[in-house]
């Protein structure tokens, strides 16, 4: 670790921020005892959106025409740059806030209220942008699609985990919902007039893993039945699979995909069925701009925390921010707050512990700090902005389009 300490203004920073600790953990453990799913967050949204305008932002909800995302904005002294903090918010079925979504929304809040609360004056507009429904629906893919990331000269927001990280990256991702069309018949006393929409799903699984030996490592296979059937006795006339498909990039995305798609639509003519899919929202792999990433690090460091570099391999997920860094220089970091794994009921009871708090309280701080840094060092962003404006250059000449 880089011997730092932290500057007299960031002291002022985390001591705004731990000054509203009671106040954010409450917010934190309402949040996590009202778990809400993707698009029904409408508790959660109108807590932290409240928090906000209270403090004297400008609150608008409904923002892209999502019930439950919002923005909140406050402008010290113009003429700065604007900066996005990010927050999320829904939950996952059947475990709650088991990524912690209590805690990321909290913490993206109490940073924007840090930087009012310690410097009125500070040269730049901060945005709070409230994106619902990471966890699969894609709140962000939406916002950008109306353009809601379009005039920020970056963006962030810090997610808690077992390991702190500022470098690890994100796999794009689609998903696609099978339908199988057959035809119900009696089980016992007339088979041969049934077609089982439960064999094509069935024969599909098979199908998609006898693909997987002749995919890279970086992709990622895996699906659901969310509907077998209705009675053992009756051919089952319908049936359904929601699969998930990750890559590195898109367009190796693309080919993985049209292969699945191949295996899925075989599989049911096999058997004599029908087959339908629908596709879901693609979430983008995640650009992480360096250069803002070694901002966030040295923060952290200056506080004690110590950083680790991203394991080599495995370890990687999707989210839909991977679409706000095609538009804009971005950051997802990582704190530590526990042992667990996400997406895990033992995360669950960890997001609601005092090693949960204190992990939020912790991400609150470095994303004030680093977006500070960002307001009154106008060569940092420049080189943040010039990363970002390289890459796009090399994403050109490579002919990679944004999607």
């Known amino acids: 670790m880089n011997k730092q300490v932290l500057s007299a203004n960031k002291q002022l920073i985390a001591s705004a921020v731990d000054t509203r600790k009671d106040e954010l953990r409450e917010l934190a453990l309402n949040i996590h005892a009202h778990p809400e799913l993707g698009y029904q967050e409408f508790k959660a949204s109108t807590w932290l959106s409240d928090c906000l305008e209270k403090d004297g932002f400008i609150v608008e909800r409904g923002t892209a025409g999502l019930e439950t995302a919002f923005s909140a904005v406050w402008e010290g002294k113009p003429g700065g740059p604007t900066l996005g903090i990010l927050a999320e918010y829904d939950a996952l079925p059947g475990l709650g ?22 410097f009125p004056e500070l040269p730049a507009k901060i945005q709070v942008l409230g994106t619902p429904a990471e966890e699969g629906l894609g709140g962000k893919v939406i916002m950008c699609e109306e353009g809601v990331f379009d005039d920020l000269d970056a963006a962030m927001m810090c997610h808690p985990k077992n390991q702190t990280m ?42 998609i893993n006898s693909l997987r030996q002749f995919f890279t490592d970086d992709v990622r296979i895996h699906g659901v039945i969310t509907k077998g059937g209705d009675a053992a006795n009756i051919v089952p006339g319908y049936s359904e699979a929601q699969f998930l498909i990750r ?21 049911a003519a096999s058997v004599g069925a029908k087959c339908e899919i629908d596709e879901h929202l693609v979430y983008a792999e ?20 110590a950083v680790h570099a991203p394991p080599a391999q495995g370890g990687i997920g999707s989210s839909d921010i ?9 950051i997802h970091p990582y704190v530590k707050i526990g042992e667990a794994t996400n997406h895990t009921h033992e995360f669950t009871e960890e997001t609601k512990s005092e090693g949960g708090i204190a992990g ?15 307001s009154v060092q106008p060569e940092a962003l420049q080189q943040v902005k010039d990363e970002f404006k390289k890459w796009e250059e090399e994403k050109n000449d490579k002919g990679v389009v944004n999607q």
Do not use: W
């Open 322 to 330: 991977g679409n706000v860094s095609q538009i804009v220089p971005t």
């Open 360 to 374: 939020m309280i912790q991400a609150a701080k470095a994303l004030a700090m680093t977006a500070y840094d960002l």
């Open 166 to 207: 500022v470098l690890r990256g994100g796999l794009a991702r689609v998903s696609a919902t099978f339908k199988f069309f057959g035809k119900e018949s009696h089980a016992a006393s007339a088979p041969e007039k049934g077609i089982s929409a439960l064999d094509a799903v069935i024969q599909s699984f098979h199908a």
């Open 286 to 305: 995640r650009n992480t701009n360096v250069s803002l990433a070694m901002l966030f690090k040295e923060n952290l460091e200056a506080m004690g925390i």
């Open 97 to 118: 806030h088991a990524c912690g979504h209590n805690l990321i929304g909290t913490s993206s809040v109490g940073a924007a209220l840090a930087l009012k609360d310690a």
């Open 247 to 267: 890559s590195n990039t898109r367009t190796m995305l693309e080919e993985v995909k049209e292969k699945v798609y191949a295996a899925v639509r075989q599989s």
